[in-house]
Structures are given as C-alpha cells and as structure tokens.
C-alpha cells in the first residue's frame, strides 16, 4: 500500500529513544497533575512544567512549535485543545485537560490527560461522564491495535463508545505518528471516515487522542489567538492520549502510568477484522 510508505517504520534504537521520552513525559504529566485545585491558575501550572522538564533534561515540545507561546496546552471546560496557560485561577467544578509533549535526546513523548477540578467538579455527573469516556474510548482503541489492523478501525472503535455516553467526537483533531518528529504520519482519526490509510506494522509509533464534547455537537471554533479550540455550543470537552508503539502480537503504551505496557492484542483484532469483514458484506 503506498500510503504506507509514509508512516516510519522505528528501529529498535529509535523506540528506546521514543521510549524514554514517552516516559519522562508520563512523570511530568503526573508531577503537575498533582498541582490541581481551585485557585490555582494554569501559568503556574506552565511553570511548574518548565521546571519538571529541566529536572530530566528535556525540552517541552510546544514551546515555540509553529510560535505556541508555552510549554503546556491546557484546556478547561469548553475548550477542546491548544489551550495557552494565563492568569486565570481555575474553579471548584471546572474540568482541565494538561496535554504534556516532551523531547529528550532527539526523540518526543507525548500524552494528555483530563482531570476534575475541586469537589463540585467530582460530584458532577456530566462533567464526570465526558472525562470517564474520552478514558473509555481510548483505551478501546488501544486494545484493538497491533500489525495488520487497519488504522481506519480505531474511528469505528471511538465513535460508538461516544455516542453511547452522550457525547460527540471532534472530527478536526486526529492522533499522530510521532518519534524523532513532534507530529507526523499516520493522520489518526477518532470518528469514521474514508480519509484514514495506512495499516499498523511493528515500528510504527503515533498517538490515539480522542476528544469528546457532551452533547450531539461534535464542531469546534478558534479563538482570535488562532491556538485555542472551544466547543461550538459551550458544553464541556474531554480528551486522553497516548504514546503508542506497534509490536508483533499487539501494541506498547509507551507513556503508560508505571512505565511502558505490552498487550498481546491478537483475540481483539481477530474480533475486529470479523466486525470489518461483516460491515463490508452489507
């Protein structure tokens, strides 16, 4: 398939490399994860990552990326992503999402994360539901990864589990291949679509991230600082993500809590391919 000439196949010393990376990023993320409360404003939290990215030697990758102004994308509420760290002091109900990206020795680890914001926050179930199923919707997806699954199946994955909980899939915003580059093929879509390509081999590295709004309403706007995205109807938005590596029976959650995890995937892609097969006969 020639679309899949595009997507990097990593060598065993890149995946160390992107390994690495993807677990630095992991202990960042949960360094300044631990800094939420109401009152806290999203530019300490920024500094704090700066801070945590000196202490293991690396470099926040958005910073300066396409001229981002900081080193953290933090999105509260409404906004999906790209959210810029300001003087805002953070409420007791907001919800915040700290999507983290950090390069070491020449190779990116990225991952992000959604998190209630106070008690209020904990005990509202909307607010709740939407962060339980971007979790939810990734984790399926990852589940069926591994070589020869099509990467088009993850959109089939995502999008039921969604709707199911009420919420809409954001279509403009994909997964990505990622390694020696902060973004590259494959484009990974979270929803249905003709658009995705490319089959998952042993090498490939990228990142699921799905986003979900509450609601029916999937679209999105940009704000005037052409970074950060809002839901187009103000309801809450939630998104989780990680660093993926493809092995010979399944995948490797590179950025994974407690370091890198194997799962043999194959019973779940046997399953899937079967699903695929039966939608394609109809």
Known sequence: MVENRKIKVNSLEEQEGVRLAAKLAREALEEIAVLIRPGITTDEIDRKLVEASIKRECYPSPLGYHGYPKSVCTSVNEVICHGIPDRRKLKDGDLINLDVTLFHNGFHGDLNATYPVGERAQVDEPLMRVIRTARECLDA????????MPYSE??????????????????NYTGHGIGRVFHGPPTVYHHVTKKSYGIMQPGHIFTIEPMVN???????????????????????????EETLLITDNGVEILTAKGGARRLDTTKARERQMEARLARSSK
């Open 141 to 148: 997806s990852i589940a069926i990864c591994g070589p020869g």
């Open 154 to 171: 993850i959109g089939h994955i995502i999008e039921p589990i969604a709707e199911r909980n009420g919420c809409a899939v954001v279509r």
């Open 214 to 240: 509450l609601g029916d309403c999937g679209k999105d706007m940009e704000w005037p600082d052409n970074w950060t995205i809002t839901t187009k109807d103000g309801a809450l938005s939630a998104a989780a």
